[in-house]
């Protein structure tokens, strides 16, 4: 951590954390410099440390939780720097919004959420006044956002949004007013102006950039049960109209990250083909509660794979399900759960789009670091002393049974998951003689942030596709990359 002393260019590091975090937020008290900050160290997904650091002198003290595990996602001071506000779990199944005396650490108030109780307040932003929170929070495949009163904890207002996912935006400098982002199925992102008194929201638009039109979607949340009785929540959406359709099944990453309702360039284009877009939150996801979380860790691992199962069994039931032109995509984590998929039920599926998945845990383990590896040893099993469990679970002893068409895509700079696991998988394939197209991103980490790089990703994963479905197209052709 660095501070810039007062108005001069100098800097000083003032403290040091031996673990993995961030700067979650600086207590002015008046002065200039400011005299002291908030540190979020993570320890996993569902254990942190919030550490008090005195600015003056870099001396840093525990400020929750004392003892035991807790998940912690956002921190912030009062507007006094009196308090210590943040959102936890306090290592059980209620999510919570806590007051601590910043002083002494000691609670001084506790709201508690009830719809549902499992939600992970994932952002807190204090008012310019002092006398209101926004807290966002994610209920795993959506999100909410809440307004309670600062001092009392008490709910002031629940923000009218529709259903989706976004983050919050700053106060109006009287704070009668809150700027959202907002995504939707129908909307990309869109800004709301809140009013902080009744909660109700308006979509700011341009008469000078109308809508574009879109193609019409049903979109929906769809509770699914697993082999065992577990039930998780899946995201379909779909295009409105008649007859049987392809179905891409998109697993998100983590493993402990989750799906959220909302709007999905992925989505829009494959609707746009007339093809269905399929979100699972199996066993695991994030937002659903500690247990959720953990039902997955170590030995449970291919419990989860019991859920993939449950949801290939229901959608072959579905009328607007063409049972023999399912795709299966997932990124990270999600990459890896295509893999698996295809070695183990290469039967199942008629194409696959890997990105940035892990093939190999063995290897994988040994090259990735930080706090993705702490996570994977907790999730996944440590190679050592879980040795044939990671043998058993990496798709790459397996390859053998792969012969679904598969596009791999990775970036050459990722330091999660080293590219050397997507060219390990496509110089296997290729060898056998496997459908692969595989594009490496020379300017990419994990994931696909720049403009050009997401344009062509999109573009070729669905041509890809598209050639594999022999799928004619219902508009116009797919632009060149």
Do not use: C
């Not at 359709?245 to 493993?255: E, R, Y």
């Not at 399929?278 to 170590?298: C, T």
């Not at 907790?378 to 469990?389: L, M």
């Amino acid at each position: 951590m660095r501070l810039s002393l007062g108005e001069t260019s100098e800097e000083a590091r003032v403290y040091e954390d031996s673990g993995l975090g961030f700067l979650a937020d600086v207590s002015a008290d008046g002065s200039a410099d400011g005299s002291h900050a908030l540190f979020l160290r993570f320890l996993s997904y569902q254990s942190a440390r919030l550490v008090l650091v005195d600015l003056k002198d870099g001396t840093a003290q525990l400020r929750y939780p004392m003892h035991g595990e807790a998940t912690i996602r956002a921190a912030a001071f009062s507007r006094e720097g009196d308090r210590i506000l943040l959102t936890t779990d306090g290592g059980s199944e209620q999510a919570s919004v806590i007051a601590l005396d910043t002083a002494s650490g000691q609670p001084l108030g506790r709201f508690d959420e009830t719809t549902p109780r499992t939600a992970t307040g994932e952002q807190l932003v204090v008012s310019p006044d002092g006398k209101q929170l926004a807290i966002v929070f994610n209920a795993g495949d959506q999100q909410f956002i809440r307004l309670l009163y600062a001092i009392s904890l008490k709910q002031a207002a629940e923000v009218e949004l529709p259903l989706g996912a976004g983050r919050i935006g700053e106060y109006s400098p009287d704070g009668k007013q809150l700027a959202v982002t907002w995504r939707t199925p129908a909307h990309q992102s869109s800004v709301y102006l809140v009013d902080t008194r009744s909660g109700s929201a308006t979509r700011l638009t341009s008469p000078e950039i109308p809508d574009a039109p879109a193609p019409a979607l049903l979109t929906s949340i769809e509770t699914l049960t697993s082999q065992d009785g577990l039930r998780f929540p899946v995201i379909v959406t779909r295009p409105d109209t008649n007859g049987r359709h392809p179905v891409i099944v998109d697993f998100h990453g983590g493993p402990a990250g989750s799906a959220s309702i909302g709007w999905s360039l992925s989505a829009s284009l494959a609707n746009a083909y007339d093809i269905a877009y399929v979100q699972p939150n199996i066993r695991g996801s994030g937002g659903f509660g500690r247990a959720f979380e953990a039902s997955d860790d170590g030995a449970r691992r291919r419990d989860s794979f019991k859920d993939i199962d449950a949801l290939v069994d229901w959608l072959r039931r579905q009328p607007w399900v063409d049972p023999d032109r399912l795709i299966v995509k997932g990124s990270s984590y999600g990459g890896y759960l295509v893999v698996q998929q295809l070695a183990e039920h290469p039967q199942r599926w008629r194409a696959g789009i890997d990105q940035f998945g892990i093939v190999d845990l063995i290897s994988f383990m040994g090259t990735t670091t930080g706090l993705v590896r702490k996570n994977y040893l907790r999730e996944i099993g440590d190679p050592q002393t879980d040795h044939a469990r990671l043998v058993d679970l990496s798709p790459i002893n397996k390859i053998e049974a792969m012969r679904t068409p598969l596009f791999i895509y990775a970036g050459a700079n990722d330091p999660r998951v080293p590219r050397a696991q997507s060219d390990m998988l496509a110089s296997h394939l290729q060898a056998k003689g496997v459908p692969v197209e595989y594009m490496l991103a020379p300017n990419e980490g994990h994931g696909a942030e720049l403009p050009s790089t997401q344009r062509e990703l999109a573009v070729r994963s669905m041509r890809f596709i598209l050639n594999v479905l022999d799928q004619p197209s219902p508009g116009q052709p797919l632009p060149q990359h």
